[in-house]
């Protein structure tokens, strides 16, 4: 059974790029017909999709976040990460990686809270 | 729109059934999923597709559709069934997602 882990700084100034990575087990990144996704839920507010990639190449981001988001792949270490640049106060939420597919996020992992604070 | 809508809070009694409500265009045409998130855990997909429940989901767990609300229905609730629940879609694109604001069920 797929298993998602975040990691990255907990704290991050503002103007300053968030950089997140997701360890995925029990399965392999490079052999999945899966989208691999990144999802934000800020204080008090709803989820929020940021991206997915795809191994066989697909990605799409939210035009929300106006370019400052690039999600990448690496199979070598079966991770995926993200990095979030010119972050503000706004980009304070919990982040989770997830997996998805046509119907919806059928694994996630933990959540990882990230603070934009000076 | 590019926006799902949901009711902040509903509550309902210990075995009784309750409908969870999401709104949004583009649930017009893209199924809704439905996800239960309990503080400190990872969210759970519950519901997903016309109304299919993933291993390990109770069947008191349901999900429907009409034009453009989605709806999650448990029928004779518990009290683990206390949470936050997310619906979620994708757009009208097809190639972006979209979530709800969330409701929070309480179990009385």
């Known amino acids: 059974q797929l298993h998602l882990q975040e990691s990255g700084p907990g704290l991050v100034k503002p103007s300053e790029t968030l950089s997140l990575t997701c360890t995925v087990s029990?399965?392999?990144?490079?052999?999945?017909?899966?989208?691999w996704a990144w999802i934000r839920q800020p204080p008090g507010k709803g989820p929020e999709w940021i991206g997915s990639?795809?191994?066989?190449?697909?990605?799409y981001y939210n035009p929300s976040l106006k370019r400052r988001g690039t999600i990448s792949v690496d199979t070598s270490k079966n991770q995926f990460s993200l990095r979030l640049t010119s972050v503000t106060a706004a980009d304070t939420a919990v982040f989770y990686c997830?997996?998805?597919?046509?119907?919806?996020?059928?694994?996630w992992g933990q959540g990882t809270t990230v603070t934009v604070s000076s | 729109s590019s926006e799902l809508t949901q009711d902040p809070a509903v509550s309902v009694a210990l075995g009784q059934t309750v409908r969870i409500t999401c709104q949004g265009n583009?649930?017009?045409?893209?199924?809704a999923s439905w996800y239960q998130r309990k503080p400190g855990q990872a969210p759970v997909l519950v519901i997903y597709?016309?109304?299919v429940r993933p291993s390990g989901i109770p069947d008191r767990f349901s999900g429907s559709s009409s034009g453009s609300t989605a709806s999650l229905t448990i029928t004779g609730a518990q009290a683990e069934d206390e949470s936050d629940y997310y619906c979620?879609?994708?757009?009208?694109?097809?190639?972006?997602?979209?979530f709800g604001g969330g409701t929070k069920l309480t179990v009385l």
């Open positions: 583009s649930l017009r045409t893209n199924y």
């Open positions: 597709g016309k109304n």
């Open positions: 979620g879609s994708r757009d009208i694109s097809g190639n972006h997602w979209l």
């Open positions: 029990g399965g392999s990144i490079g052999s999945s017909a899966n989208y």
């Open positions: 990639i795809s191994y066989t190449g697909g990605l």
């Open positions: 997830a997996t998805h597919q046509i119907y919806g996020f059928d694994v």
